[in-house]
Nanobody, 120 residues
Framework: QLQASGGGLVQAGGSLRLSCEASRSIFNIKIMGWYRQAPGKQRELVAFITPGGVTTYEDSVKGRFTISRDNAKNTMYLTIDNLKPEDTGVYYC????????????????WGQGTLVTVSS
């Protein structure tokens, strides 16, 4: 129900835009998020966006990552500028919600992941 794409091999300093297409039933009501998993590390939250377009970013990516969504296309995007080798990893999109403490919680809807490799 979620399909991620857009990864690839990019030189440091370049930009990339990842896409995540979702089914309408999920996209219209869920908070959509991006996670990434670097080699040998745990999956970590990058950013999420509400159906109304309100965005939240992890501190480590603020200023270089931009999350957005096109509700007409049921598609979410993640634009990464000034790519760094440490951005290398598999990027996953997901659908979820906020818990009582306003933390983002995926609800079992995951894309298959798209690999981003940044060369120095």
């Amino acid at each position: 129900q979620l399909q991620a794409s857009g990864g690839g091999l990019v030189q440091a300093g370049g930009s990339l835009r990842l896409s995540c297409e979702a089914s309408r039933s999920i996209f219209n009501i869920k908070i959509m998020g991006w996670y990434r998993q670097a080699p040998g590390k745990q999956r970590e939250l990058v950013a999420f966006i509400t159906p109304g377009g309100v965005t939240t970013y992890e501190d480590s990516v603020k200023g270089r990552f931009t999350i957005s969504r096109d509700n007409a296309k049921n598609t979410m995007y993640l634009t990464i500028d000034n790519l760094k080798p440490e951005d290398t990893g598999v990027y996953y999109c997901c659908a979820g919600a906020r818990d009582l403490r306003s933390r983002y919680v995926p609800e079992g809807y995951w894309g298959q992941g798209t690999l981003v490799t940044v060369s120095s």
